[in-house]
Structures are given as structure tokens and as C-alpha cells.
């Protein structure tokens, strides 16, 4: 299905707390990318991966922190800086390279309580 | 930055008729134009895409156009149908990213049967 698996399918968070992504590809893509969706916004780049123990911020970093340990791998933890953390979450990942179509996961959906 | 501009924001057509998309963007290094479309709590997937050495593809009903001098590009949907209802993304890769995409704020397209 993809390839690409994202977990948990929906997650609650109290205010005040962090809380962790997860997303897992066995594409051997070596690029990976964490994009947040809100209505009306369309999908906004949190952060990226172009290769194993290396990011970069994306459009909207902070509040948001992530680790490349394995090329599989590329969890995103919502931190309580994050003041409006509420908001679907998708990851993807593509060969690296400009040109490469990207992979979704199926997306969390994180809802603060 | 890099910004994509997608018209419109909503679209709603008749079965049978046709649909367009436009998006238009200010970089003119970009060179990869993908269109993903997301049925309602699934991931965006793929549905076409056109590199900066080519003005026109289609398949089957779907098509896509670039002018790369006006810097916009669009999609075609002919003969539309009911499960054509989606939201559709354009996106572009990010001069100096290394394959990052950025993508429009998308447009609903509802088809009426």
C-alpha cells in the first residue's frame, strides 16, 4: 500500500505535551518530508530529510522537531512550543533529487484536547 | 521563496463536462510540475505530471499544460465523473532543494451527477 506507513491513524494530545509520529518507508528513498494540512492551506513543509543523520527546516519548523537514525525512518515529534498543533499531518518520501514524485502516508490526525 | 498560486479554490461541474485547474508560480528554475489529487481521508496520490522540456501530457482523460514563459500550468479533466470529486494539488520542485515540492493551497472539484 505505498510503501510508506504512518502511525497512529488519529492521536490526542493534552495541551502542554509532546507527542510522536511515526513514519516508516521500505521504498529505499533516501528523501523524506513531513507536510502539515489544514482546510483552505493546502499541505505547508515542516521538515525534510534528504539523507540519513541530516535535515532541514521547512516552511514551518518551529515547534517541531524530527531524527533521520535510519534511512526507514523519520519520526516527528510536536512539541509544547507548537501553539496550534491541531492539524492532519502526512509524510512522504521520494528518491532524492529534483524530479522524483513523493509518496504519501495515510496521515495522522492530531487533535489537541 | 518559491510561491504557487492555484485557482480556483472551489470547482463544482456537471457530469460530462469539463474541468480546469490553473496554477501559476514566479520561479522560473523550477522544472518539475506534478499533480496529486486526494480523495476525502486518503493520502494525496499522483495523478500526473510534466517536466519543463514538455508543453503538453495527457492520459486518457486527464491532461496537463505548461507555459513555461507565463510560468503556468494546469489540468485538464474531460468527460468528467462522479468519483473525479476530489481535492487536486499542483505542485513544483524548489530551486536548490533538492527535490523538494511545494504545492498549491488546492481546489475541491465537486462533479454533479
Given amino acids: 500500500d505505498g510503501g510508506i506507513t504512518q502511525s497512529p491513524k488519529y492521536l490526542f494530545r493534552k495541551e502542554g505535551q509532546n507527542v510522536t509520529l511515526s513514519c516508516e518507508q521500505n521504498l529505499n528513498h533516501d528523501a523524506m518530508y513531513w507536510y502539515r494540512q489544514d482546510p483552505g492551506q493546502g499541505l505547508r513543509l515542516i521538515y525534510y530529510s534528504q539523507i540519513v543523520n541530516d535535515f532541514q527546516k521547512g516552511d514551518i519548523a518551529e515547534g517541531y522537531s524530527v531524527s533521520r ?36 502516508g495515510q496521515g495522522t490526525r492530531l487533535t489537541v484536547v | 521563496g518559491e510561491n504557487v498560486e492555484q485557482h480556483p479554490s472551489t470547482l463544482s461541474v456537471q457530469e460530462g463536462d469539463s474541468a480546469v485547474i ?3 508560480y514566479s520561479d522560473s528554475a523550477s522544472n518539475y510540475f506534478p499533480w496529486y489529487k486526494q480523495e476525502l481521508g486518503k493520502r494525496p496520490q499522483l495523478i500526473i ?5 514538455v508543453g503538453e501530457k495527457k492520459d486518457q482523460r486527464i491532461a496537463v499544460t505548461l507555459n513555461k514563459t507565463a510560468k503556468h500550468f494546469s489540468l485538464h479533466i474531460t468527460e468528467t465523473q462522479p468519483e473525479d470529486s ?23 472539484l465537486s462533479v454533479k451527477p
Fill in chain 2, 22 to 24: 490553473k496554477c501559476t
Fill in chain 2, 86 to 108: 476530489a481535492v487536486y494539488f499542483c505542485a513544483l520542485d524548489q530551486e536548490g532543494s533538492q527535490g523538494n515540492l511545494i504545492f498549491g493551497k488546492g481546489t475541491k
Fill in chain 2, 49 to 53: 505530471d510534466i517536466r519543463s522540456n
Fill in chain 1, 69 to 104: 537514525e535510519k534511512k526507514e525512518s523519520f519520526p516527528l515529534t510536536v512539541t509544547s512550543a507548537q501553539k496550534n498543533p491541531t492539524a492532519f499531518y502526512l509524510c512522504a518520501s521520494s528518491i532524492r533529487g529534483l524530479g522524483g514524485e513523493a509518496f504519501f
